[in-house]
């Protein structure tokens, strides 16, 4: 996950436009990556994930990009939304095929009205 | 579908005194199980994991202890609680390769 100091990374965005929500991983043997969202007072919640046999994944207004060359995974939402304000998660595992996750200190997203 | 409880939401506890925060999960069965902490503004520490009843890893040295007696719940404890045990306790489950699912967590504040 991101190598960040005490203070979380933001991003504020405007209403209505897209986020992009980045992460650098540090092991290159992940075969699996995952981003949550948590809501202040609140456990962490599944977004989306991918597995490293893919570069680009979508959901519901989000999509997941990865690319293993630069160990770099990003998620996009689009048309953000007041809702979408929360502190967003990456995670990789711990080596191939592992289910133990490593997670990342988080981005707090800030949109404004 | 998986659901966990755990309680209590909050709790406040001085130095010295025991803990016991307990994790049930309803849906699934044979479920792996996690204990995660968050200190404020950092990212989720794995504490615990469970693959069985009973058998419990332990990922980092440290103050607490955890325990699974049944299939479905899993307890985080301590004899005694220093100020850094303060955080946010995090129960987790994987089944049946689903993602990691967490529960609602338990805000600890040692005094």
């Known amino acids: 996950g991101e190598s960040v100091g005490l203070h979380l990374p933001t991003l504020s965005v405007q209403e209505g436009d897209n986020s992009i929500i980045n992460c650098a991983y540090s092991?290159?043997?992940?075969?699996?990556f995952i981003w949550y969202k948590q809501e202040s007072g609140k456990g962490p919640q599944f977004i989306i994930d991918?597995?490293?046999?893919?570069d680009k994944r979508q959901g519901q207004r989000v999509t997941v990009l990865l690319n293993k060359t630069v160990k770099h995974l990003s998620l996009q939402i689009a048309a953000t939304q007041p809702g979408d304000s929360a502190v967003y998660f990456c995670?990789?595992?711990?080596?191939?095929?592992?289910?133990?996750?490593?997670f990342g200190k988080g981005t707090k997203l800030s949109v404004i009205p | 579908s998986q659901t966990i409880h755990q309680w209590p939401a909050t709790l406040v506890q001085p130095v010295g005194s025991p803990l016991s925060l307990e994790c049930t999960v309803e849906?699934?069965?044979?479920?792996?199980l996690y204990w995660y902490r968050q200190a404020a503004g950092r990212g989720l520490q794995l504490l615990f994991y469970s693959v069985g009843i009973g058998q419990i890893s332990s990922e980092v040295p440290q103050n607490l202890s955890a325990s699974r007696p049944q299939d479905r719940q899993f307890i985080l404890s301590s004899k005694k609680l220093l100020l850094s045990d303060s955080g946010f306790y995090l129960c987790a489950l994987t089944a049946y390769n689903s993602p990691l699912h967490f529960g609602n967590g338990t805000r600890l504040t040692v005094t």
């Open positions: 849906g699934t069965s044979n479920p792996n």
């Open positions: 092991n290159s043997a992940s075969d699996y």
């Open positions: 995670a990789e595992n711990k080596g191939a095929g592992s289910y133990q996750l490593t």
């Open positions: 991918i597995r490293s046999n893919m």
